[in-house]
């Protein structure tokens, strides 16, 4: 029987679900929220935007682009602060930052 593959999206929601977040779906992808604090999620595919706004924004996508998203939003310098979390084949994930 072959691995079961699960979604970044489904992945994404997980993580967030985990640590006590309660996420919602929205037009521009997920909402994460606890307490006072609320997170834009965006699950970067292939052709998925940057956001150009926002206060917190984390972004996930398969582990081995994580490094590289990392560095594409530092040089893009938003004006946002911003997190990376690299989603690993066996199903565990790293932040990056």
Not at 68 to 82: I, Q, T
Request: hydrophobic fraction near 35%; glycine fraction near 10%; charge should be negative.
């Amino acid at each position: 029987m072959g691995a079961v593959s699960t979604s970044l999206d489904e992945q994404a929601r997980s993580i967030f679900d985990d640590i006590g977040y309660t996420v919602s779906r929205t037009d521009n992808g997920l909402r994460a929220a606890h307490k006072w604090r609320e997170v834009g999620v965006t699950v970067l595919d292939e052709d998925t935007p940057i956001p150009e706004s926002g206060e917190m924004h984390c972004f996930v996508t398969r582990a081995p682009e994580a490094e590289d998203l990392g560095d594409r939003l530092s040089r893009m310098n938003v004006a946002y602060d911003w997190a990376v979390i690299g989603v690993r084949e066996d199903g565990g994930y790293d932040v990056v930052r």
